[in-house]
T-cell receptor, first 120, second 115 residues
């Protein structure tokens, strides 16, 4: 069974600095997706960034980028120039990409989250 | 475009009471999901649906039932609420399985307390 592990329950970063959130996963699949979701105090889950496993290039979205190490099954999120609005829970998630009739394809596996504090 | 909406936002129940949470999406998505979020446990899948009229069990389905009578709505029911069902419930939807359709979009959540 697939698992997603976020080993940092809480992280802090100074405003304008860079922080990296860790995520590791376990799977025997070769084709899958990985996501980072942000959950601010409003509770709304917001997609931050997405990575397809078959792509070697790391995904980037403005100040957010990932370091995807497929062999090591690692998927870390780097936030550059941290802003106060980045303070939130961040969840790493995995989704298997397989044939259309495979029920497991529909399911996402989430990590337990990392709470990011941004210090002014 | 409202995206994914959930009703109600908050609810307090007594043990043994029943209630239904409503999830609605206006994006014509095929797949819909119900999760619960508890401290230190991330999101756990309760039930999901891959299309109108279909439902399937997730990780933690016991004590819950669901229905998807219309494509845009996914209902989560608690027949006899228990304190262990105190949680924040999230609904999500997803367009399809093709590469560009795999992203889930979440509703704002429902905070449920069972006394």
């Amino acid at each position: 069974a697939q698992t997603v592990t976020q080993s940092q329950p809480e992280m802090s970063v100074q405003e304008a600095e860079t922080v990296t959130l860790s995520c590791t996963y376990d799977t025997s699949e070769s084709d899958y997706y990985l996501f980072w979701y942000k959950q601010p105090p409003s509770r709304q889950m917001i997609l931050v960034i997405r990575q397809e496993a078959y792509k070697q290039q790391n995904a980037t979205e403005n100040r957010f980028s990932v370091n995807f190490q497929k062999a090591a099954k690692s998927f870390s999120l780097k936030i550059s120039d941290s802003q106060l609005g980045d303070a939130a829970m961040y969840f790493c998630a995995y989704n298997r990409r397989r044939a259309l009739t495979t029920s497991g394809t529909y399911k996402y596996i989430f990590g337990t989250g990392t709470r990011l504090k941004v210090l002014a | 475009n409202a995206g994914v909406t959930q009703t109600p936002k908050f609810r307090v129940l007594k043990t043994g009471q029943s209630m239904t949470l409503l999830c609605a999406q206006d994006m014509n998505h095929e797949y819909m999901y119900w999760y619960r979020q508890d401290p230190g446990m991330g999101l756990r899948l309760i039930h999901y649906s891959v299309g109108e009229g279909t439902t399937a069990k997730g990780e933690v389905p016991d004590g819950y039932n669901v229905s998807r009578l219309k494509k845009q709505n996914f209902l989560l029911g608690l027949e006899s609420a228990a304190p262990s069902q105190t949680s924040v419930y999230f609904c999500a939807s997803r367009k399809g399985l093709a590469a560009e359709r795999d992203t889930q979009y979440f509703g704002p959540g429902t905070r449920l307390t069972v006394l």
